[in-house]
């Protein structure tokens, strides 16, 4: 017998390689009676489903509770180290919504590994990492990206933009205070904290002579 040695008259338990009395076959840790139930091992110790999952499987870093035989996400961040989630339980911090869609009726397994800022290779699910928290596409922009002085909407990096007067701009937000027309180039003429092109802060002058 694998738990107490002995020989073995009568029924006869078949698990993990190794012939069991059925009353040796028991759970190393609540001692359940496993001759009839699941079973695990794990260095060739027997263990009962609840047991082995609560003592070995990988804990959800949200809701603390151990991930059970469905798809899992690992955060691998340099500023915070191993991660794992539920899959529905890595989410945006700001918004809630998960960075991965429901998967309905088709069944997902297994670890999905991520490294830092960055998407799913395939899921192409895109998300960042700022100061401990992930962040979706849409509140990274609106929380961190600067703002138009005038229009108030994120400037996202690569968009045409003016920075003047202690901000930033859209190009097509930063214009003439008189003809209220974009300026052909960065270049314009200030009067009371306000931007002017050559033509009108030309028409201005004349006017005041």
Not at 153 to 165: C, Y
Not at 167 to 180: L, N
């Amino acid at each position: 017998c694998g738990g107490c040695k002995g020989s073995i008259v009568g029924r006869i338990v078949s698990a993990m390689g190794i012939r069991w009395h059925p009353g040796c076959f028991r759970c190393t840790i609540c001692n359940e009676l496993l001759e009839h139930v699941s079973s695990y091992e794990h260095e060739g110790k027997p263990y009962c489903h609840l047991d082995y999952h609560e003592t070995f499987a990988p804990r959800c870093f949200h809701c603390k509770t151990a991930i059970i035989d469905e798809r899992f996400i690992t955060l691998d961040d340099p500023a915070l180290g191993k991660r794992t989630y539920h899959e529905q339980h890595f989410f945006c911090s700001e918004c809630g919504d998960p960075f991965l869609a429901p998967s309905g009726t088709t069944s997902r397994s297994g670890e999905l590994s991520v490294s830092g800022d960055g998407d799913f290779e395939d899921d192409n699910v895109c998300f960042t990492v700022h100061k401990g928290y992930p962040y979706c596409e849409a509140c990274h922009v609106r929380l961190r990206m600067p703002k138009c002085k005038s229009c108030k909407r994120s400037i996202r990096d690569g968009m045409r933009a003016v920075e003047a007067l202690g901000g930033k701009w859209c190009w097509e937000c930063f214009v003439c205070a008189s003809c209220e027309k974009p300026f052909e180039d960065p270049a314009f003429f200030l009067r009371d904290d306000k931007p002017f092109c050559e033509p009108c802060f030309s028409l201005m002058l004349r006017n005041e002579v």
